[in-house]
Structure formats: C-alpha cells, structure tokens
Antibody
C-alpha cells in the first residue's frame, strides 16, 4: 500500500537548522510530485511548494523562498525539507503530500523552535 | 493569490443530520484544460488531512458515499448526507488551478 513516512519530531533553538524526511513506498517515486504543507499550532494549512521528483526541480511559494530547501534522495524514494536559520514562527507541523490530488499525506513532523 | 472563503467556520450537527459547507473562490477555478481543481479534505483531530473529494465532485476511493461535492467556477459545496460520529474534524477546501495552491480557512464540524 502507498505510504509516506516522515521523520520524527524535532526541538531546535532559533538560528539552528532542521532537515525533515518523507520516505515514499508502494508506488514509483518519480511518477508523482511531492508537496510540502505547513500547519502552525491550532491553525490551518499553508502550501509551501513542491518538488518535481523526476527532475528534482523545486518550486517555492513566496513565503518560503530563502530559508527553505526541498531536495530528493531519489534512490531512496525520499523527499527532504530543510529549514535554516530557524525562527520561532517556524514552529509547526510539516506535512509531505503526494501530487496530483493530495490523496496521500505523511503523518506530519512537529518542529518546535524554542530558546 | 486565490482566496477561498469557507462558511460556516463551525458547524454543530446531530448524528444522521445532513449538513453543507460552502467554499467560495476569489477567482474562477476552471482551468484552461477544462478541469476544475477544487478538492475537499478532512482533518480529524490529531491526524493528517484526508482527501474526500477531488475535481469538485469525484469521490476519492474508500470515502463513504454520504460525502458529495458540487459547484462550478467560484462556488462550491460539500454535503454530508447523514453525519456519523467519525465525521468530526476540520474540513478544508483547496484549489490547485492557480499557483500558489491555497486552502480555505477550514470548517470545524462538531457532533452534538
């Protein structure tokens, strides 16, 4: 069955970096884009962008340009999200979701940024 | 960016009651390819979002047929015909016709 399994929760200090992984199984990884979605505590969903899993080309929403990097380990069917220079407002659960219809989601990774 | 306005923000229903959620878009979601990329998702407490409906009215595999979607261009509706206890959570509409993809602010369904 199709699954997206994300890495575990992270506790970081402001200014540090974090890398979240999303391992896909049950389908051909390069056949579908991978999207990233942010959900701040108690808030709604915000689309961060997506990565073309065939070419590796990332596309970022405006609010996520600069400190956010989408990458792949295609041989491991894994998509990664790296956030650098963490800020308190980056505290959120981050989800990966498979394109085209967002029919499959990872379980979410909680990143807590606190001094 | 496309703004999706969901109403009502909260909904309280008894088991068996039928309810509807509205999602209005600031722009037409009809794509140049003829499709309309408006989806409905349910996020149960403590869980990841789950796809219910895609392209306005197509029921995702495994989703009960008490869920239905309708609408066109800028006005869309999710209907639940006979609410069950497991339907509680937050419902989101989302559009993928225009970049950036956007989500509605959510409708919280509570069971009386």
């Amino acid at each position: 069955q199709i699954q997206l399994v994300q890495s575990g929760p992270e506790l970081k200090k402001p200014g540090e970096s974090v890398k979240i992984s999303c391992k896909a199984s049950g389908y051909t990884f390069t056949d579908y884009a991978m999207h990233w979605v942010k959900q701040a505590p108690g808030k709604g969903l915000k689309w961060m962008g997506w990565i073309n899993t065939y070419t590796g080309k990332p596309t970022y929403a405006d609010d996520f340009k600069g400190r956010f990097v989408f990458s792949l380990e295609a041989s491991a069917s894994t998509a990664n999200l790296q956030i650098s220079n963490l800020k308190n407002e980056d505290t959120a659960t981050y989800f990966c979701a498979r394109g085209n219809w967002f029919a499959y989601w990872g379980q979410g990774t909680l990143v807590t940024v606190s001094s | 960016d496309v703004v999706l306005t969901q109403t009502p923000p909260t909904l309280s229903a008894t088991i068996g009651q039928s309810v509807s959620i509205s999602c209005r878009s600031s722009q037409s979601l009809l794509d140049s390819d003829g499709d309309t990329y408006l989806n409905w998702l349910l996020q149960r407490p403590g869980q990841s979002p789950q796809l219910l409906i895609y392209s306005v009215s197509n029921l995702e595999s495994g989703v009960p047929n008490r869920f239905s979607g309708s609408g066109s261009e800028t006005d869309f509706t999710l209907k639940i015909s006979g609410v069950e206890a497991e339907d509680l959570g937050v419902y989101y509409c989302m559009q993928a016709t225009h970049a950036p993809l956007t989500f509605g602010s959510g409708t919280k369904l509570e069971i009386k």
